[in-house]
C-alpha cells in the first residue's frame, strides 16, 4: 500500500513515515520545505534529515494542482497534514492561512473527484482542537455550556478566566468530545474547521472512507525549534537555550492537553488501518498542564537561571484551557496514549540538548502581534 503524506517533511509527518516505513508501508511526501519551519537550509532540516533517501519526495506546493497531481498519481491513501499552524500569526496573515488550508485541501478533493485515473482508497485529514474555541464547561445554574472567547476589556484588568454565556458567572471546565459545538476563536481554527467540513462533505459523495483527526497540542523530539509561532515547549526551550528569561501570558493558569508525537502517529496508523469512515476524532493525551508548570519544569531540567515571569500580557484569539474527551476514538480504533507529560517532556529535553541553539526569534513574532493589535 503506498502512503502520501502532504507535510510530511514536517514534525508530524517525518515521525509518521518513519512508523509507516517500518510496519512495511510505501510512502511518498509533498512538502514545500517552508523556511519558518526547515530553515533556509532544507538540507540541515532535522525533520527532512529524518525522511530523505528514505521515501519517494516531491517537493511542491498544496496550492498548486499540478504538484498534486503528480504526488497523487499511483497512491492508495492520503494523509493530509500540509497546513500553515499557529493561531497568533493567522489572525494577520489571513491570506496565507486560508489559501494553504482550505484552498490546497480544495484542490485535493478536486483532484480526487474528477481525476478518474487516481486509485485512493482512503483520506485521513489533520485537523485541531482550535475548531472549538473555548471548549466545554459547566455552569451551576445554565447546565452545559460552550463559553464566548474572552474579551479585551476583561482580560486586561486580568479577568482570564472563561464566563458562562447565559449567566456571566463562573464554569468548570469539561473534556471536550466530538459532538461539542465548534466555533473556532482564530483564523487558523475557521480554516481547520472548514478543512473538515469540505472533506467530508466530498468524500461521501465520491464514496471516499475518511476520517478526520482533531489534534490537540502535539509535542516531541524533531518539533521546529526555529518557529517562534507556534509549539510552546520548542518557544521555552529556545528562550532558554538562549538565557532569555520566559514571558508567561496572562496568570500562568491557562492549560493545554498536551499530546506526544508518538500518540499523533500511532492514532494515525490505526486510522489507516480502520473501516472506519466520516468520523471525526479527538486525539490528545488525556492529561491538563497549565503553562506555568511547563515553563518551570523546563527551567529545572535545562538546569537555568533564567526568570519565569507572569506578566499579564495576553494574545486575543488565545483559549483558556482544554482537554480532550478520547472516548469516541478508543472505542472505535483503540487508541490510548501510552506517553504520559511526564516521560514526553524527559525525552523531549534531552533531544533539545542534543541539537544546536537556534535564534530567539520570539521577540520579533511578539513585535508582529503588538503591531497588529493582538498582543496586549
Given at each position: ?5 502532504s507535510g510530511g517533511a514536517g514534525f508530524i ?182 478543512q473538515e467540513a469540505l472533506s467530508l462533505l ?96 523546563l527551567k529545572e531540567k535545562y538546569r537555568s ?72
Amino acid at each position: 500500500m503506498k502512503i502520501l503524506i502532504s507535510g510530511g517533511a514536517g514534525f508530524i509527518g517525518s515521525n509518521l513515515a518513519l512508523k509507516l516505513l517500518e510496519k512495511g508501508y510505501s510512502v511518498r511526501v509533498l512538502d514545500n520545505l517552508n523556511p519558518q519551519i526547515h530553515g533556509d537550509d532544507p538540507n540541515n532540516s532535522y525533520t527532512f534529515s529524518l525522511i530523505k533517501d528514505k521515501v519517494e519526495f516531491i517537493k511542491g506546493d498544496v496550492r498548486n494542482s499540478a504538484d498534486w497531481r503528480n504526488a497523487l498519481n499511483g497512491v492508495d491513501a492520503v494523509i493530509h497534514l500540509a497546513a500553515e499552524t499557529g493561531t497568533g500569526q493567522s489572525m494577520y496573515e489571513i491570506e496565507q492561512y486560508t489559501n494553504t488550508n482550505i484552498n490546497g485541501t480544495a484542490i485535493l478533493l478536486d483532484e480526487l473527484t474528477n481525476n478518474e485515473k487516481l486509485s485512493v482508497r482512503k483520506l485521513i485529514v489533520a485537523s485541531s482542537r482550535s475548531v472549538y474555541g473555548e471548549g466545554k464547561y459547566r455552569c451551576t445554574n445554565d447546565g452545559v455550556v460552550y463559553p464566548l472567547s474572552r474579551t479585551e476589556k476583561d482580560m486586561s484588568t486580568g479577568n482570564f478566566s472563561v464566563k458562562c454565556p447565559v449567566c456571566h458567572g463562573d464554569v468548570t471546565l469539561l473534556k471536550t468530545d466530538e459532538s461539542s459545538q465548534t466555533h473556532p476563536e482564530s483564523v487558523y481554527g475557521f480554516t481547520k474547521l472548514a478543512q473538515e467540513a469540505l472533506s467530508l462533505l466530498v468524500s461521501k459523495s465520491i464514496g471516499l472512507p475518511t476520517l478526520v483527526f482533531r489534534f490537540q497540542n502535539v509535542y516531541g523530539p524533531g518539533q521546529s525549534l526555529k518557529n517562534p509561532y507556534t509549539g510552546i515547549l520548542s518557544i521555552f526551550s529556545t528562550q532558554i537555550k538562549n538565557n532569555s528569561d520566559i514571558n508567561i501570558f496572562e496568570d500562568g493558569k491557562e492549560s493545554r492537553d498536551f499530546v506526544y508525537i508518538d500518540d499523533i502517529t500511532d492514532a494515525l496508523v490505526l486510522g489507516i488501518e480502520s473501516n472506519e469512515s466520516g468520523r471525526v476524532y479527538n486525539v490528545g493525551s488525556d492529561e491538563e498542564v497549565d503553562v506555568l508548570t511547563i515553563a518551570n519544569v523546563l527551567k529545572e531540567k535545562y538546569r537555568s537561571n533564567v526568570k519565569v515571569k507572569i506578566s499579564g500580557n495576553f494574545r486575543l484569539g488565545d483559549i483558556r484551557s482544554n482537554i480532550a474527551d478520547l472516548t469516541t476514538i478508543n472505542r472505535d480504533l483503540g487508541y490510548k496514549p501510552k506517553v504520559n507529560f511526564k516521560t514526553g517532556i524527559s525525552n523531549f529535553v534531552d533531544w533539545v540538548n542534543r541539537q544546536e541553539i537556534e535564534a530567539n526569534n520570539y521577540d520579533r513574532s511578539i513585535a508582529e502581534m503588538r503591531k497588529k493589535g493582538l498582543y496586549k
